[in-house]
């Protein structure tokens, strides 16, 4: 029997239309980039799930929880210690830039792959 308000289309999975999830891979991240944009008119906030493995075999898993407006956005980074070896060769931002809130990673060594699952609150 199909409910009104669980909804999924292929891409999206949808609950009661109040938050939305969607995972992604990224492989082969090796310089800083938007990893994941969203439209600063959608949502309140988003928990910015993550997995991140260096080539070599680093890896760390955590949350980034992220909340803006029009102009900025406030976030925290909350993860594992790190297994196997530092991790310290990619970091993540959110900033607000051209309408839409960036999740950004900030790399200064390895090669990674970041592993996301993205839930918007609306």
Same mark, same amino acid.
């Given at each position: 029997?199909?409910?009104?308000?669980?909804?999924?289309?292929?891409?999206? =999975?949808?609950?009661?239309?109040?938050?939305?999830?969607?995972?992604?891979?990224?492989?082969?991240?090796?310089?800083?980039?938007?990893?994941?944009?969203?439209?600063?008119?959608?949502?309140?906030?988003?928990?910015?799930?993550?997995?991140?493995?260096?080539?070599?075999?680093?890896?760390? =898993?955590?949350?980034?929880?992220?909340?803006?407006?029009?102009?900025?956005?406030?976030?925290?980074?909350?993860?594992?210690?790190? =297994?196997?070896?530092?991790?310290?060769?990619?970091?993540?931002?959110?900033?607000?830039?051209?309408?839409?809130?960036?999740?950004?990673?900030?790399?200064?060594?390895?090669?990674?792959?970041?592993? =996301?699952?993205?839930?918007?609150?609306?």
């Amino acid at each position: 029997m199909a409910q009104s308000g669980f909804t999924f289309d292929g891409t999206y =999975l949808s609950l009661i239309g109040t938050q939305r999830i969607q995972s992604d891979v990224n492989n082969g991240v090796s310089t800083s980039t938007s990893l994941y944009q969203i439209p600063t008119s959608s949502g309140c906030g988003a928990f910015f799930d993550y997995c991140m493995t260096e080539s070599g075999g680093a890896k760390r =898993l955590g949350t980034v929880m992220a909340t803006w407006d029009g102009s900025g956005a406030a976030w925290t980074d909350t993860s594992t210690p790190d =297994l196997n070896s530092s991790t310290i060769g990619l970091g993540f931002t959110v900033t607000v830039a051209a309408g839409n809130v960036d999740f950004n990673s900030v790399v200064t060594s390895g090669t990674w792959t970041v592993r =996301l699952s993205v839930r918007i609150i609306y």
